[in-house]
């Protein structure tokens, strides 16, 4: 998992509520044996025509937004199915971090799973970034999980919570694989004499 | 405080290579076997973050739910999502340098059948696969459970797994079963008695004389189905019967090393004054052949019962009766021995062992199957089925009538091109009849094999005890 510190970039206004896992990447994309190569069917149905044409209207769609790194969303972000996806197909896209005033709960955990940023903030504080997003590719907005900061590209600062072990699981790249590699040599020590008392095994 | 230990507490204890302080452990994993459906994901995280499998040797893939279990199969897999994820394993065993058993070779099968078959599956040890029905390998008094997909990839990177302690559950079967009942019949009656959530939250440790009397064959087909119980494992303390299995496997230890085996694994069984959680006793003797009528396994009846009516039940389950009794398009009241069938399935890893399909060919010996029934038997390996043909067994089934098919999951659920049709109704000796599990539209009663093989001679549903 990558690690996540700084972040300054493009932000995709999304103000729909309830965006749905069925949205972020619908159910005939989840036979797949990948998990990477997701990307190129996020948001499908709102993204393209049956055709498979872009839909202009669609914010992903517009110029602006096509290297956006950060999606500013409605309320509910994330609800539906457990599976993972959802996270897999936007960081496949390069979405990185995610601003919101709340989350489903699975996707919110799924998330910090796969190195993506979920951000909680006021509804206030997430009207004015939606505005600000607006502006596109002339509003960066930056985030800075160390310090737990969010600025407007007008450098306005908005301050969000984030439980300690999951911030320092993102500052450090860690998912639970890499945590448990965090105790390598404890598994060596172990192997060892087990290997010694139980030779067969 | 007591030290006396039950087995599942030592074989947990042997395999702490790390405890938190709310209980949580790093639980080190002795064997990892990986199918095709469930593995695909997890290879690509490893390739992805840039790691390998940290212990190639201790894993073990096998192509099995999807495979084709018709003779053509050497010209490949018709659908294409099927075809991916097989081809998929074939590449990712190679990459990573894991144990494998491609289709093409004669010791391909369903997983949990080759583990022990090969020697990979030994007392003692923790055994995990992306499969539910991993319990089977706890007929050997080894730890054995499903895990999910990220789990899959946790243990290819670190042999290990992130695991809090379940409750102890002992399950004792006392005195010995009649002639014509199986050890499918302990295991359905078990859940028929406690119910499909009865398990949840424990390890259950089946004993008692009537377990020590079954055959590994017998004790796999008991803990292949714990899970459906609820339980996290089943687990059954290893003896004589189970050393004799493993001696002279193609992996289990030999010389010195075997010696030394032997003699831990003598120490794996529950002390005197072991404490569980929670005890259940079913004399032996109070076990008929049964058969399931609904769609869910604790669905359960003796075969000479009559259809249950929804208000024999209470709360949610009336409900759920009502549908399940319209799915399955049966009525209450009605002679479960007056159901007609119109497919018999012998196979899946609960019943597609040797000793199965030997049961079952007795019963139909000399015999031909009802007209117009369709018989199925899939072995559970290509070893087993290798064995039946020696053994003259495949002939009995060939002359009754039945198919005699290759190795793999196939009509157990349906993922392949084994398949029954919508209202087709099957006597199976698989373990799950779910709504659509063998088919849409499907119908499923669960049983032993010789019961399979004498609904498969009636053309209904049969007590396999007039047949003695
Ligand atoms: S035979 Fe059936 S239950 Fe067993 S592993 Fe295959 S699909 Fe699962």
Redesign the interface.
């Known amino acids: ?1 990558e690690k996540f510190n700084k972040l300054t970039g493009i932000a995709a206004p999304m103000p729909l509520v309830n965006i749905d896992t069925d949205m972020i990447i619908p159910k005939q994309f989840l ?1 797949t ?4 190569g997701l990307g190129a069917n996020l948001f499908d149905e709102m993204r393209f025509d049956k055709d498979g044409n872009e839909i202009p209207d669609f914010v992903l769609n517009k110029k602006a937004y096509k290297n956006a790194e950060i999606i500013v969303a409605g309320e509910n972000f994330g609800c539906g199915s457990s599976r ?1 996806h959802a996270p897999w197909a936007l960081l496949d896209f390069g979405i990185k971090c995610v601003i919101s005033i709340s989350y489903a709960d699975i996707f919110y955990n799924n998330c910090f ?1 796969n190195g993506i940023l979920p951000i909680v903030l006021k509804p206030e504080e997430v009207d004015l970034l939606m505005e600000d997003s607006k502006n596109g590719e002339n509003a960066r907005i930056s985030i800075d999980l160390e310090r737990q900061i969010v600025q407007s590209s007008e450098g306005i600062e908005f301050s969000f919570e984030i439980d300690e072990f999951k911030k320092h699981c993102l500052l450090n790249g860690l998912d ?2 890499g945590l ?2 965090e ?2 040599s ?2 060596d020590e ?2 060892e004499n ?1 290997q010694k008392k ?4 | 405080m007591s030290t006396a230990k039950t087995l599942y507490d030592k074989i947990w204890d042997a395999h702490i290579a790390h405890q938190d302080q709310d209980g949580t452990c790093l639980l080190y994993i002795d064997r990892h076997l990986v199918h095709e459906v469930t593995s695909p994901q997890a290879f690509e995280g490893l390739r992805m973050a840039g790691r390998t499998v940290r212990a190639p040797h201790k894993t073990i893939a096998v192509p099995d739910h999807n495979v084709p279990t018709t003779l053509d199969r050497v010209k490949g897999i018709d659908n294409l999502e099927s075809r991916i994820q097989v081809e998929a394993l074939d590449k990712n065993a190679k990459d990573f340098g894991v144990h494998y058993y491609p289709v093409s070779d004669v010791r391909q099968g369903i997983v949990h059948i080759v583990g022990p078959e090969q020697g990979w599956t030994l007392p003692g040890m923790t055994v995990v696969c992306g499969d539910s029905h991993t319990a089977t390998h706890g007929a050997f008094g080894a730890l054995a459970h499903g895990i999910g997909t990220s789990e899959v990839e946790h243990v290819l990177a670190t042999q290990t797994l992130i695991q809090k302690k379940s409750l102890n559950m002992k399950v004792e079967i006392t005195g010995s079963l009649k002639p014509g009942v199986t050890a499918k019949d302990i295991t359905l009656s078990v859940i028929g008695k406690t119910g499909t959530a009865g398990g949840t939250g424990y390890v259950i440790e089946y004993c008692g004389d009537a377990i020590k009397e079954l055959s590994m064959e017998g004790r796999m087909t008991i803990c292949n189905m714990a899970i459906e119980g609820g339980a996290r494992a089943g687990l059954i303390a290893p003896d004589e019967k189970t050393f004799a299995y493993c001696e002279g496997r193609p992996h289990a230890p030999k010389g010195e090393e075997w010696k030394q085996a032997l003699k831990y694994w003598q120490t794996l069984f529950s002390d005197e004054d072991a404490h569980f959680d929670k005890v259940i006793t079913i004399k032996g003797e109070d076990i008929a052949p049964v058969v399931t009528w609904g769609t869910s396994p604790e669905d359960v009846l003796p075969i000479n019962s009559k259809v249950p009516a929804p208000n024999d039940f209470e709360g949610g389950k009336v409900e759920a009766v009502k549908r399940s009794l319209k799915y399955m398009g049966l009525n209450p009241g009605m002679s479960l021995e007056d159901v007609t069938i119109d497919t018999v399935f012998i196979g899946s890893c609960t019943n597609g062992r040797i000793e199965d399909l030997r049961a079952a060919a007795e019963i139909l010996k000399g015999k031909k199957i009802k007209e117009g029934l369709r018989g199925m038997v899939v072995p559970g390996s290509g070893l087993v089925r290798a064995q039946a043909e020696e053994e003259g067994l495949a002939d009995i089934f060939k002359e009754a009538g039945f198919e005699w098919r290759l190795a793999g999951c196939s009509m157990c659920l349906a993922m392949n091109p084994d398949q029954l049709q919508p209202g087709e109704r099957c006597a199976a000796t698989s373990n799950r009849n779910f709504e659509g599990r063998q088919g849409r539209g499907g119908r499923t009663h669960l049983m032993s094999p010789q019961m399979a093989a004498a609904a498969a001679v009636t053309g209904k549903l049969t007590d396999v005890r007039d047949l003695l």
């Open positions: 998992m036979k044996i990948k998990r990477s993972e799973k639970d694989i448990t590699m105790k390598v404890i598994i172990f192997e087990y139980m030779p067969w095994v």
